[in-house]
């Protein structure tokens, strides 16, 4: 259970660090050979030399809402809300820890869409 909760610290902090724009924490957070995996994008970033690049490139970072937190051993699931200022993505992030630090992250996510009307017989629309 301690562990849990000190990997669930470690993405509370890496989600306080991006929303207050000081992305250099993330070099406490994550290993310097920690990968990054956005399968959407088919795209890998490894290591914190390139982690670090993509970062101080983001033409902008977004503002992350985290939703809930699932752990259990190495493994924090995090459901949240990024917002770029436009566009809003629902996004889950999937983060493996080795030593109380992120050894990967792999993060899906996608813009909300309009939930079609032939289905509202059986669904309720959350937020309403």
């Not at 937190?69 to 889950?92: F, H, I, Q, R, W």
């Not at 030593?99 to 079609?116: H, L, N, V």
């Amino acid at each position: 259970m301690a562990e849990q909760n000190v990997n669930e610290n470690v993405v509370n902090r890496l989600i306080d660090c991006i929303n207050g724009r000081h992305i250099e924490v993330m070099d406490e957070l994550f290993h310097d050979d920690a990968v990054m995996h956005w399968p959407q994008s088919g795209e890998v970033v490894r290591g914190a030399e390139n982690r670090r690049g993509i970062y101080n490139a983001f033409p902008q970072l977004p503002s992350i809402t985290p939703r809930r937190l699932l752990s259990g051993g190495n493994v924090v699931v995090a459901e949240a809300l990024m917002d770029y200022g436009g566009p809003v993505y629902e996004t889950v992030f999937i983060f493996e820890f080795r030593d109380g630090r992120i050894a990967k992250e792999t993060a899906y996510w996608s813009e909300a869409f309009q939930a079609p009307e032939w289905r509202s017989q059986w669904v309720e629309i959350a937020g309403t």
